[in-house]
């Protein structure tokens, strides 16, 4: 391994931004590849302009790259196989293809024995009253692809309703591309997360589990450690992060989103978490990291994917991260509350989009409640 790596990303928003920003003062150049002129990373690191199809933007992206990552899982993956053909590409294309298609992540989840939420295929409208008797109401229809950030699904209270959630995931044309997958709904109290990694050497590690808040399908607030986590659903999130990385041949940071659906009832030796599904990247949910852990998910992705040792993903203490959707909040006014960190991603103001983040920390749980009120009024 040369002293100065180059990473070829696939992706220029800002999760490219935070892995260029982690990798420089390990000495580790990143180039992303982005459409966008004006993309996130392209600010702080070498940008490639072209598409993710464009068979000489893909060579320019890999010219003297070490190894190929990818920061946003819908990247084509016909273009990460022909990058395969030159570099390593991690994590794994089959981990690339199995998150893109809802169908293909549940079939992995049963295949390797862990929990999800009652489900069948739907390829069809004629499909759905069969599905809707077996899985039950209420349920959510979701596409097989494409989805993100609450997009990509809708729920059915009643069969009547099968018709019109159709419908409304339809093309002009009323089919939905690549099929549909519903999903029983499922009770839950709260939403887990747990961001493992895994090298090329097999070293692994797993980060505290994370408590997070929605809100319109976009995560607002992601709080670490979550509190009152049983030992069990510990296990149980980082067996199934673990063998998921083995069955994948994974390189790299996974995150795996779990529905708890008995937060708070006491230790028991049963874990109650079911899995709703994977990010085969950095994610969202680990971006307190930065502050409030000892090393980085950015960090650790760069050392994982370039077959260096990786570092503890112990937490400092406690966290929160609070997205910041839409518009930034005022900058004198996070940095006046005290263990708070601002992340601006150098993205124009738009409704729904995520602009930036605050992190927050503290050294015990009831700091940070307090810190956290403290931000809420003075940012609004």
Known sequence: MPSDPLVAILGGGQLGRMLALAGAPLGVRCRVLDPLRACSAGQVTEHVVGGYTDPQALARLADGADVVTYEWENVPVDSARALEGRLPVHPSCAALETAQDRLHERELFERLGIATPEWRAVDRPADLP???????????????????????????????????????????????????????????????????????????????????????????????????????????ACDAAAAIMDELDYAGVLAVEFFDTGAGAGAGSSSRLIANEIAPRVHNSGHWTIEGAVTSQFENHLRAILGLPLGSCAARGHSAMVNAIGDLPRRAGVLAVPGAAMHVYGKDPRPGRKVGHVTITASEADELDALLERYTRVVG
């Open 130 to 236: 069969s599905a809707i008797e077996a899985v039950g109401t209420p349920a959510l229809l979701k596409a097989r692809r494409g989805g993100y950030d609450g997009k990509g699904q809708v729920p059915i209270e009643s069969p009547g309703d099968a018709e019109r959630a159709w419908a409304a995931l339809a093309n002009d044309e009323g089919d939905v591309p690549g099929g549909a997958v519903l999903d029983a709904f499922v009770a839950f109290e709260r939403e887990l997360s747990v961001l493992g990694v895994r090298s090329t050497a097999g070293e692994t590690g797993f980060y505290p589990l994370v408590q997070n808040t929605h809100r319109g399908g976009i995560l607002r607030l992601s709080r670490a450690p979550a509190r009152g986590v049983r030992d069990a659903d510990v296990r149980t």
